[in-house]
């Protein structure tokens, strides 16, 4: 139980365009979610928090004009990359904490966005 | 965010032999510690983890010894196997893990047949 499907797993677009990451929380509600962004042979770098039906708290240095962060239900938290540039290619992976009380967190398989 | 210092940042270990990855925080209120296994382009997948009241857990090859004192942690991969080649990233969280994990740097470890 509690896993959380993301998609795509992999993507390719071109500068300037937007892409839309999706996280599903399949057999639970996530209340909220978190989005981390890995770049290569580094670590998990928080983003954003979504909760749902409220606004995404940002962490520092992340343009949140940039990431769109949407938590319209209980299953389904989106990130969409607009404008991408080549910059933003990386592994982005969502999470949310599990529920009933037990501790740690379910994590997508991640996307990995390449910017041409 | 808060800090979780984590080393080595790589480590070559020959099959059979003990890993250990070590962590340090300052963050008091951190109270859980989890160590996450990753492949490449896959998500961290939850090795083990422990709750700062208990100085040691082991499940099966793994091992987590914990140091409130010190607000050191670290983890203990036995009998080293090629498989267990990965990065390993240990974390921490506070809220009884409803806050979002802050990651420590990652250790790449190798295991030679």
């Known amino acids: 139980g509690a896993v959380v499907s993301q998609h795509p797993s992999r993507v390719i677009c071109k500068s300037g365009t937007s892409v839309k990451i999706e996280c599903r929380s399949l057999d639970f509600q996530a209340t909220t979610m978190f989005w981390y962004r890995q770049f290569p042979k580094k670590s998990l770098m928080l983003m954003a928090t979504?909760?749902?039906?409220?606004?995404?708290?940002?962490e520092q240095g992340v343009e949140k004009d940039k990431f769109l962060i949407n938590h319209a239900s209980l299953t389904l938290s989106t990130l969409t990359v607009t404008s991408a540039h080549p910059e933003d290619s990386s592994f982005y992976i969502c999470?949310?904490?599990?529920?009933?009380?037990?501790?740690?967190?379910?994590f997508g398989s991640g996307t990995r966005l390449t910017v041409v | 965010q808060q800090q979780v210092k984590q080393s080595p940042q790589s480590l070559i270990v020959q099959k059979g032999g003990i890993s250990i990855i070590n962590c340090a925080y300052e963050?008091?209120?951190?109270?859980?510690f989890p160590w996450y296994q990753q492949f490449p382009g896959k998500g961290p997948a939850l090795l083990i983890a422990i709750r700062p009241d208990v100085s040691e857990k082991k499940e099966g090859r793994f091992t987590i010894s914990f140091n409130k004192s010190a607000k050191q942690f670290s983890l203990h991969i036995m009998d080293s196997q090629p498989g267990d080649s990965a990065t390993y990233f240990c974390a921490a969280s506070m809220d009884t893990g409803r806050r979002a994990l802050t990651f420590g740097s990652g250790t790449r470890l190798q295991v030679q047949p």
């Open positions: 999470s949310a904490p599990r529920q009933g009380g037990y501790y740690g967190y379910t």
């Open positions: 979504s909760n749902e039906g409220s606004k995404a708290t940002y």
């Open positions: 963050n008091t209120a951190f109270d859980y």
